[in-house]
């Protein structure tokens, strides 16, 4: 979990070279942009979002008893924090609502695929006597 998600955590907080600090606080405006945009930028874009706690979402039902929606909810709280400080400590990044949306999607989605892989070849093999 560490060692997935420490990464991109690590590239979200370092200092970028623009001396902006921008809030985008209304949902889904944001991505609406990005996804207009189109090309590769709106592949990264998304797709790194979704995987900024996707290795959390995957492998924290396996650790604890846990469900989605308890990932999904301390993914989005972990999410926030991460965007309060680039915002706080004006790491020059975008601080969007939109970013968090889609961290806890991606580890939702991960704790959902998690559940599939890892109970499905439980349940198909047969109970020992």
């Given at each position: 979990m560490v060692a997935g998600t420490?990464?991109?955590?690590?590239?979200?907080?370092?200092?970028?070279?623009?001396?902006?600090?921008?809030?985008?606080?209304?949902?889904?405006?944001?991505?609406?942009?990005?996804?207009?945009?189109?090309?590769?930028?709106?592949?990264f874009q998304v797709g790194g979002?979704?995987?900024?706690?996707?290795?959390?979402?995957?492998?924290?039902?396996?650790r604890w008893p846990i469900g989605?929606?308890?990932?999904?909810?301390?993914?989005?709280?972990?999410?926030?924090?991460?965007?309060?400080?680039?915002?706080?400590?004006?790491?020059?990044?975008?601080?969007?609502?939109?970013?968090?949306?889609?961290?806890?999607?991606?580890?939702?989605?991960?704790?959902?695929?998690?559940?599939?892989?890892?109970?499905?070849?439980?349940?198909?093999?047969?109970?020992?006597?």
């Amino acid at each position: 979990m560490v060692a997935g998600t420490a990464p991109w955590v690590w590239m979200i907080l370092t200092p970028s070279s623009s001396a902006v600090r921008e809030l985008r606080a209304v949902p889904l405006v944001d991505l609406v942009q990005v996804l207009a945009d189109g090309g590769l930028t709106a592949f990264f874009q998304v797709g790194g979002n979704l995987l900024v706690f996707a290795a959390f979402g995957f492998f924290a039902p396996q650790r604890w008893p846990i469900g989605v929606a308890a990932v999904t909810l301390v993914a989005a709280s972990a999410s926030v924090v991460v965007e309060v400080l680039q915002y706080a400590l004006a790491l020059g990044r975008v601080t969007s609502v939109d970013d968090v949306l889609l961290n806890a999607a991606g580890a939702a989605l991960a704790a959902v695929l998690s559940r599939r892989l890892v109970l499905a070849p439980a349940a198909a093999t047969p109970a020992s006597a």
